[in-house]
């Protein structure tokens, strides 16, 4: 146990739509990091959140957005689904300033139709 | 840039010991990470190298060569449990610290 939640696990939606994914973070980490992964590659990098501000990014559309809240914990939001979108989306949550381990949520499975 | 490269596949026996290489390519270099995923989980956290050498810890140990831009990590006394999917991931300052994972090698400890 990590101590980082996500949710949902799991989630089917159609193209076009749009979708929420949530992560907890684990307590006393004040950075959020999103990875999207598909089948069989390693983790792609989507943005990072410090202190509620995104402060690094990997090379992700704009339709790829998130928020991180007082708390630390934080959204990923993505627009105008493609059915490319499908992965497994990883939330990591670490203590800032490099150097540190992220530790890693059990991830949500989303599958665009 | 990052440009990450390690094996995709790789088989040993149980009892046995592995070496899987990882390759990278970065500007801003601040630590490289070792992860182990099982199917349909999540990364756990096994290494950390960021200062050139050899780092052991049980039966796992991680090695760093930061002028050949060149790590490995190394499994011994394999067991079945270790069948899983290894990440190499270089920490970027000029990407927040976050990581850059290369593709995973996935390792398959036979009886």
């Known amino acids: 146990e990590t101590g980082v939640t996500q949710s949902p696990t799991h989630l089917i939606k159609t193209r076009g739509q749009q979708v929420t994914l949530r992560c907890s973070s684990q307590s006393g980490h004040n950075t959020v990091s999103w990875y999207q992964q598909a089948l069989g590659q390693g983790p792609q990098f989507i943005f990072q959140y410090y202190r509620e501000e995104e402060n690094g990014r990997g090379n992700f559309p704009p339709r790829f957005s998130g928020l991180q809240f007082p708390n630390y914990s934080s959204e990923l939001n993505v627009n105008a689904l493609e059915l490319d979108d499908s992965a497994l989306y990883l939330c990591?949550?670490?203590?800032?300033?490099?150097?540190?381990?992220?530790?890693f949520g059990q991830g949500t499975r989303l599958t665009v139709v | 840039g990052q440009n990450i490269d390690q094996p995709t596949e790789m088989t040993a026996t149980e009892g046995a010991i592995v070496q899987i290489n990882c390759t990278y390519q970065t500007s801003g270099f601040n630590g490289l990470f070792w992860y182990q995923q099982h199917a349909g989980e999540a990364p756990t956290f096994l290494s950390y190298?960021?200062?050139?050498g050899l780092e052991e810890k049980g039966r796992f140990s991680s090695f760093l060569s930061r002028s050949k831009g060149y790590s490995y990590l190394l499994l011994k006394e394999l067991q079945m449990k270790d069948s899983a999917s290894y990440l190499c991931?270089?920490?970027?300052?000029?990407?927040?610290?976050?990581?850059?994972f290369g593709k995973g090698t996935s390792l398959l400890v036979t009886p």
């Open positions: 190298n960021v200062l050139d």
């Open positions: 991931a270089v920490s970027d300052r000029n990407s927040g610290y976050a990581l850059n």
């Open positions: 990591a949550s670490s203590f800032t300033g490099g150097g540190t381990e992220a530790f």
